[in-house]
């Protein structure tokens, strides 16, 4: 059982930036693909970004392309999402995932952890 907990959500103003963390129990971190996706009230849970095993590979959901980016560091079993111009349609909770395949993927049913969320609230 992999146990996924996410960090670093909360209030900022439109135009903000804000970083996430996402830390894993277990000692085989490094061979999960992880990705982040998030859910806004009323509306299913949308694909965010995604990083294979290593780290080499790395894909977007088109509403964030250019504004945020993912990263991993396997020595500490976190993955993080950087997110920069922020604005009020980026407010929802954010998730972490893992799949034990190792790789990239934007499909909800490829993750087998997932982690509680974070709120991320941008004010206008």
């Known amino acids: 059982q992999v146990q996924l907990v996410e960090s670093g959500g909360g209030l900022v103003q439109a135009g903000g930036s804000l970083s996430l963390s996402c830390r894993a129990s277990g000692r085989t971190f490094s061979t999960y693909g992880m990705a982040w996706f998030r859910q806004a009230p009323g509306k299913d849970r949308e694909f965010v970004a995604t990083?294979?095993?290593?780290?080499?590979?790395?894909d977007y959901g088109e509403a964030v392309q250019g504004r945020f980016t993912i990263s991993r560091d396997n020595a500490r079993n976190t993955v993080y999402l950087q997110m920069n111009s922020l604005g009020p349609e980026d407010t929802a909770v954010y998730y972490c995932?893992?799949?034990?395949?190792?790789?990239?993927?934007?499909?909800?049913?490829?993750?087998?952890?997932w982690g509680r969320g974070t709120q991320v609230t941008v004010s206008s």
């Open positions: 995932a893992s799949n034990r395949a190792g790789y990239r993927s934007s499909l909800i049913s490829a993750y087998d952890y």
């Open positions: 990083i294979n095993w290593n780290g080499e590979h790395t």
